[in-house]
């Protein structure tokens, strides 16, 4: 068991694609929360070459640059944050040099969604946890061998899947022994909100996100298999629904089913691409309509938005998608959990009928259980650390 401040190195994806502010919120948390805790923490983020903006651009020159570097001053990470190149070896932030000097005084490795590849840099670090962030869908990847995810590389494996190795979750453990845990929220960083510009449901979304999954008769998709089924709800329910909706304009046939069926849609770029633009959007909303990837939803994982997470601290009611998170969460309160089109509806009028008493339930709720305090700490203890 290590005791005290520990040195901690964090990877994720920030600026790989760039204006994104609900992502570069999911590295905050963790950057943020640990900082609290009285640790050192330092976040690398390593980018391929194909992934600069604009194409052929050099490292210091991309959007990637510019939007990396605004991100870690405006939380005060600047001088503890390294965008790296791992194609050319160019950095931006502190010099390659300096990462080396920290990454060897380092006592651990958060590796989100494993994107920071374990090699001289991170390979001497004792404790190298994989961070799994996509639930069903990293350990669906590793059964069927498709994508060489270097999870023997790391010494721990942890899973935002909350019902992942239990045996109500059909999803294979590859023979690892996953440590679950629960996504974190920095309270202080959300308030509760009391302004309301978007008298609507709302949510952040990206209709699709990589390719879907077959394995052993069943479909694990993305969030446009699972909001198809619901099309009718604007107007079955009278209520709004509001979408920050990234969606190729050619999806032609559901863009066209999604406007007619009465559902307003906004571009994320526009209200999200910030860190303050993402909040913005989440507190002044009346609530969340939280529809979950369908692989999710078949997986039964136990995944949980870190998204709908915000609007909880925020003190916003969510209406979320089960996916089995309720034998975790208790629901009916500021979280409602529906699994068809009735209980949704049914949701709403519940809002409607005691919508402050909501609010309220949704951030006790968020302090309860997401408080980046108790589940980081708890986490740390997991991995060995102990303050």
Not at 68 to 87: C, H, I, P, S, W
Not at 160 to 185: A, E, K, M, N, Y
């Amino acid at each position: 068991m290590h005791r005290g401040r520990a040195n901690i190195l964090l990877s994720g994806m920030l600026a790989r694609v760039p204006g994104q502010g609900g992502l570069a919120w999911v590295i905050l948390q963790y950057l943020l929360g640990l900082r609290n805790l009285g640790h050192e923490v330092f976040f690398v983020e390593s980018v391929p070459d194909a992934a600069i903006v604009p194409r052929g651009a050099r490292l210091s020159e991309s959007r990637n640059a510019a939007y990396f570097l605004q991100v870690a001053r405006d939380f005060g990470f600047e001088k503890k944050a390294t965008l790296l190149n791992r194609d050319t070896g160019e950095t931006v932030g502190v010099d390659h040099a300096g990462l080396a000097a920290y990454s060897r005084s380092c006592d651990l490795l958060l590796n989100l969604s494993g994107l920071l590849p374990v090699d001289s840099l991170t390979s001497d670090i004792p404790v190298r946890a994989y961070m799994d962030l996509d639930p069903g869908f990293t350990q669906l990847w590793h059964e069927m061998g498709d994508v060489d995810l270097d999870l023997h590389d790391h010494t721990h494996h942890v899973t935002i899947g909350l019902s992942i190795g239990r045996p109500d979750c059909h999803i294979p453990t590859g023979g690892l022994d996953w440590i679950t845990t629960p996504q974190p929220v920095c309270l202080q960083q959300w308030p509760v909100a009391h302004d309301l510009t978007h008298n609507a449901l709302t949510t952040i979304a990206n209709w699709r996100g990589y390719g879907s999954i077959h394995w052993q008769g069943r479909f694990y998709g993305q969030k446009a298999h699972s909001l198809r089924p619901l099309f009718g709800l604007p107007r079955k329910s009278h209520a709004a629904f509001k979408l920050a909706l990234g969606i190729h304009p050619d999806e032609t046939e559901d863009l066209e089913q999604l406007h007619e069926a009465g559902w307003e849609l906004v571009d994320p770029a526009g209200v999200a691409d910030t860190p303050e633009a993402f909040r913005s959007f989440v507190q002044e909303s009346w609530a969340e309509f939280g529809f979950a990837k369908s692989g999710y939803v078949e997986s039964n994982c136990g995944w949980f938005s870190d998204r709908s997470i915000c609007y909880l601290a925020s003190g916003r009611p969510v209406i979320a998608q089960q996916t089995g998170f309720s034998d975790y969460l208790p629901t009916g309160r500021g979280l409602l959990a529906f699994n068809g089109e009735a209980e949704v509806l049914t949701a709403i009028e519940a809002l409607n009928e005691d919508y402050e008493g909501h609010r309220e339930a949704a951030r006790k709720l968020a302090e309860d259980y997401f408080d980046s305090n108790q589940v980081l700490s708890r986490l740390l203890r997991e991995l060995g650390f102990h303050a």
